[in-house]
């Protein structure tokens, strides 16, 4: 098989050596020229490294020959580099694209897309490692290359990803096999079985990875939505419910056990059209609801075990206020993580102010929320709430409540002094009972202006006496 060997560039042209594959696949390392061509890679890869080919074709000619040069005198020598690293291949596929984006000749940038195909295959043969990767790679470049593009061949390469390159083929193949797949077969270029299996394997690769690939499911996901949505038009000619029925029940009768065949089999059959009131359907659906159920209810028991703050709140939604108090406490004493406790502390205050009317017991514990957060407002915004909500039994008078009132207004305003995120709400109380502090009247009368005082009942903190 003729592989790309070394490319000599000029102004106006260029040479394509070729030579065996045993060739191509040779490393630096152990070699008598290992020190040359390591100073021919550190000089390419100081200007290409981390730039894809759209930054290459911008940088300026001196620079871009350069690193041309370069890489060209490191491949030739080693492309495999030290034979651990693909440096050589996939910057080259970089540059050779970089090369056919630069040029305005036809002739040339066909020739240079080319050999980035060419290229490829020689780094797979190399590299079998990286075969998976290198497959949608390049199939997905070929279908942005003039030289391929909406063509059988680039089809072939599609077809060759996603059969043989396994679930780590990645989601950037997705969203152009669609459109591809679609031009093809309403061209006539495309059989239905031809263009049915490869949008079943897609479907599958990205299934595969929207459940196993954690980092990267939802783009796995969006190109499977790109994909089939760029099929609609020919969905129905592609496929049929009483194919998929005649290849799928077939599999729900032999894995009736487990739940992730019976969701795919249901889904596809939904999908592809299946009455979803046929019997055999309504079978499968039963099964599987019934399934899903068990499987999700000793999930989510083994989920609240291990999570017993969401256990808390799932509690209190169902009105098992002491319950939930139970859960957060457990939560405080599985965890080191202090903000975690401080917003555990504060659910336990919550609750026992305005579920259980508990308010020393709230109060202790919003303060101890308090000190485990810094510049944490909230706490001191729910102590204010306590008292303005009992300011009116703390007192047979109107100067005692409002003592109990300027309590409240304190704990607001403090708040608003360290935590910005509760500074609007915490004005709007202040001015809300601004109105029920003493009045001037009450304080004169007491000689107590400016004075300090205890308020009175339960809530017994210090105040500086102000009127209205």
């Not at 050596?17 to 008598?32: M, P």
């Not at 031009?183 to 929207?210: G, H, I, M, P, T």
Request: proline fraction near 3%.
């Amino acid at each position: 098989m003729k592989v790309l060997r070394n490319l000599i560039l000029t102004a106006a042209s260029f040479v394509l050596f070729v030579g065996t594959a045993g060739a191509q696949c040779e490393s630096w390392d152990g070699k008598d020229f290992q020190q040359k061509a390591m100073e021919y890679h550190v000089l390419y890869r100081g200007i290409v490294k981390g730039k894809a080919a759209a930054d290459l074709a911008k940088i300026d000619d001196e620079n871009f020959n350069l690193a041309f040069s370069n890489w060209e005198q490191a491949y030739d020598m080693a492309p495999m580099a030290d034979g651990k690293r693909s440096y050589h291949f996939t910057d080259g596929v970089e540059l050779l694209k970089a090369q056919a984006m630069r040029t305005d000749d036809a002739t040339k940038k066909q020739e240079f897309e080319q050999q980035v195909v060419a290229l490829y295959d020689q780094y797979m043969e190399c590299f079998p490692n990286k075969k998976d990767i290198a497959l949608g790679r390049k199939a997905y470049d070929m279908f942005y290359m003039g030289a391929y593009g909406y063509r059988e061949s680039t089809f072939e390469a599609f077809r060759t990803a996603v059969m043989e390159g396994g679930n780590s083929v990645e989601y950037i193949i997705l969203d152009p096999l669609g459109q591809l797949v679609k031009y093809l077969f309403e061209n006539d270029k495309l059989s239905q079985e031809e263009a049915r299996q490869v949008l079943e394997e897609a479907q599958k690769l990205a299934e595969y990875n929207e459940e196993n690939n954690e980092r990267y499911a939802q783009y796995y996901n969006s190109g499977k939505a790109l994909m089939m949505n760029h099929i609609k038009p020919v969905e129905d000619q592609i496929f049929d419910c009483d194919y998929f029925k005649a290849k799928l029940m077939p599999m729900y009768r032999e894995n009736s056990d487990s739940l992730d065949i019976l969701r795919y089999v249901y889904n596809k059959l939904v999908a592809q059209g299946c009455d979803p009131e046929a019997p055999d359907m309504q079978e499968l659906k039963t099964d599987y609801e019934t399934k899903a159920a068990d499987i999700n209810a000793q999930r989510e028991a083994e989920f609240l075990a291990k999570n017993p703050g969401v256990a808390a709140r799932r509690l209190y939604d169902e009105g098992d206020f002491e319950g939930a108090i139970a859960k957060y406490e457990e939560a405080i004493g599985n965890s080191d993580d202090p903000e975690k406790n401080a917003e555990y502390y504060f659910g336990i205050a919550s609750i026992q102010f305005r579920k259980l009317d508990q308010y020393g017991k709230a109060r202790s514990n919003a303060r101890k929320a308090a000190e485990l957060k810094d510049n944490w407002g909230r706490p001191y915004m729910l102590i204010g709430d306590m008292y303005a909500s009992t300011s009116s039994s703390c007192g047979s008078d109107g100067y005692s409540r409002g003592l109990a009132v300027l309590a409240a207004i304190d704990k607001y305003a403090y708040a608003r002094s360290i935590d910005p995120e509760v500074a609007d709400e915490a004005s709007e109380k202040i001015g809300l009972y601004n109105g029920s502090i003493p009045t001037k009247d009450d304080v004169f009368m007491r000689g107590k202006e400016g004075a300090t005082e205890r308020v009175g009942c339960w809530i017994g903190e210090t105040v500086r006496v102000r009127y209205q």
